[in-house]
T-cell receptor, first 115, second 112 residues
């Protein structure tokens, strides 16, 4: 049981390049999330999904797109990278019980630098 | 905007001492959670307290919640060097659904 995994772990992009970050979870969780974390700050939600085939915008969605074609995978795309997107990206998943609270399980992160 | 704000931003203590971190939030919540992040790693869930609870314990962790003051505290007793990490509070509210809003975190350093 690997939990939540992220690929790649590190990446350096030049301004204008594109890339896709992959998140996979093997816990059969319904909900998945993409966050970014900047130095000295908490996590900010980029996009999230409440089920296969669904996505929704979070707090800072501009410049990013996502897809959830399979329940276990959540992809984060940067179409034209900008230096402001230099950050550490975390994926998380959860499976809230009916009417109950939930915890989120996090991946190890992807450190992205845009030059 | 960030819902939770943590205080202090950084805390340095000696092994064996207690560490207290505080979190304040702005709007009504359903639940408040605390997470730990070791350097270079993802976040790990520590404890969840519901809005109708006032105190909760888990091992060396004690969490309190005061909804009238919109604040929570995390107490780590008898700290160890391995407790060195950043600690974040996260809230979910009536309108946030499955989304959590994280605070900026407290960096705890426990010196051996």
């Amino acid at each position: 049981n690997a939990g939540v995994t992220q690929t790649p772990k590190f990446r350096v992009l030049k301004t204008g390049q594109s890339m896709t970050l992959l998140c996979a979870q093997d816990m059969n969780h319904e909900y998945m999330y993409w966050y970014r974390q900047d130095p000295g700050m908490g996590l900010r939600l980029i996009h999230y999904s409440v089920g296969e085939g669904t996505t929704a915008k979070g707090e800072v969605p501009d410049g990013y797109n996502v897809s959830r074609l399979k329940k276990q995978n959540f992809l984060l795309g940067l179409e034209s990278a900008a230096p402001s997107q230099t950050s550490v990206y975390f994926c998380a998943s959860s499976s809230p019980p009916a009417g109950g609270p939930y915890e989120q399980y996090f991946g190890p992160g992807t450190r992205l630098t845009v030059t | 905007s960030q819902q939770g704000e943590e205080d202090p931003q950084a805390l340095s203590i000696q092994e064996g001492e207690n560490a207290t971190m505080n979190c304040s939030y702005k709007t009504s919540i359903n639940n408040l959670q605390w997470y730990r992040q070791n350097s270079g790693r993802g976040l790990v869930h520590l404890i969840l307290i519901r809005s109708n609870e006032r105190e909760k314990h888990s091992g060396r962790l004690r969490v309190t919640l005061d909804t009238s003051k919109k604040s929570s505290s995390l107490l780590i007793t008898a700290s160890r060097a391995a407790d060195t990490a950043s600690y974040f509070c996260a809230t979910d509210g009536e309108t946030s659904g499955s989304r959590l809003t994280f605070g900026e975190g407290t960096q705890l350093t426990v010196n051996p």
